[in-house]
T-cell receptor, first 114, second 122 residues
Framework: KQEVTQIPAALSVPEGENLVLNCSFT??????LQWFRQDPGKGLTSLLL?????REQTSGRLNASLDKSSGRSTLYIAASQPGDSATYLC?????????????FGAGTRLTVKP | DAGITQSPRHKVTETGTPVTLRCHQT?????MYWYRQDPGHGLRLIHY???????DKGEVSDGYSVSRSKTEDFLLTLESATSSQTSVYFC?????????????????????FGPGTRLTVL
C-alpha cells in the first residue's frame, strides 16, 4: 500500500524567502506525482504534475522535482509572497494496469508573513 | 477553471438517514472521483467512475455507494449516515487516460477538484 508523507506539517517564513516542501512515498512504481494547493475552505488547485519519466516541472516561481528511486519529491517556491500562504499537498498515482487510486499526503500548511 | 459543481455545499443530518451528494461537470471528462478529507488523513478515495455506469471502489468505500447515469453527473450516497462519515467531500474529474498512449495523453492526467461539500452527521 502506497504511503505518502509530507514534512514539515507546517511552515512559517518571512516574505521573500525561498523554501522547499518535501514529499516522500513508499512505492516507487508510480505513474505520476502531482502537487496541489488548497486554500482554507476551498477545493484543490493543481500546481504541477510530473510524469514518472520526468525529473522536474516548472511553472513560474514553482519548481517540482521527482526522484523515483529514493521515493521523494520536492516543491521549491522562489521569492515567497503572502499570497502563497495555503496548504500544499502532494499526491501519487500508482502504476498498476487499472489504478486510479491517487494517494495524498496530509499536506504542509505554509504561512508567508509580510 | 474546470467546470465542476457540488451540491449541497453544506449539509447537517442525523445518524441513520440517507444522504446523496451530487457532482456535476461541464467538461465532458471521462473520469470522476469522490474523496473525503479528514484532519490528519489527507484526502482518501471513496469511489471513482471511468465512464457512464462504470464505477469502482477506492480506499475507503465501505458505507458508500455511487452512480453515474450520464457523463456529467456522479452521485455519492450514504445509505445510512454515521457520525464517522462527518467529513468534507470532494469531487474531482480528469480526462481520458489511455496507458497505451500515455505520452500523448499525459496532459489529461491532471485532476480538477470541485469546491467540496461539508457534511455533518449528528
Amino acid at each position: 500500500k502506497q504511503e505518502v508523507t509530507q514534512i514539515p506539517a507546517a511552515l512559517s517564513v518571512p516574505e521573500g524567502e525561498n523554501l522547499v516542501l518535501n514529499c516522500s512515498f513508499t512505492d516507487s512504481a508510480i505513474y505520476n506525482l502531482q502537487w496541489f494547493r488548497q486554500d482554507p475552505g476551498k477545493g484543490l488547485t493543481s500546481l504541477l504534475l510530473i510524469q514518472s519519466s520526468q525529473r522536474e516541472q516548472t511553472s513560474g516561481r514553482l519548481n517540482a522535482s521527482l526522484d523515483k528511486s529514493s521515493g521523494r519529491s520536492t516543491l521549491y517556491i522562489a521569492a515567497s509572497q503572502p499570497g502563497d500562504s495555503a496548504t500544499y499537498l502532494c499526491a501519487v498515482l500508482g502504476n498498476g494496469s487499472d489504478n486510479n487510486d491517487m494517494r495524498f499526503g496530509a499536506g504542509t500548511r505554509l504561512t508567508v508573513k509580510p | 477553471d474546470a467546470g465542476i459543481t457540488q451540491s449541497p455545499r453544506h449539509k447537517v443530518t442525523e445518524t441513520g438517514t440517507p444522504v446523496t451528494l451530487r457532482c456535476h461537470q461541464t467538461e465532458n471528462h471521462r473520469y470522476m472521483y469522490w474523496y473525503r478529507q479528514d484532519p490528519g488523513h489527507g484526502l482518501r478515495l471513496i469511489h471513482y467512475s471511468y465512464g457512464v455506469k462504470d464505477t469502482d471502489k477506492g480506499e475507503v468505500s465501505d458505507g458508500y455507494s455511487v452512480s453515474r447515469s450520464k457523463t456529467e453527473d456522479f452521485l455519492l450516497t450514504l445509505e445510512s449516515a454515521t457520525s464517522s462519515q462527518t467529513s468534507v467531500y470532494f469531487c474531482a474529474i480528469s480526462g481520458y487516460r489511455d496507458r497505451a498512449q500515455k505520452a500523448l495523453e499525459s496532459s489529461t492526467d491532471t485532476q480538477y477538484f470541485g469546491p467540496g461539500t461539508r457534511l455533518t452527521v449528528l
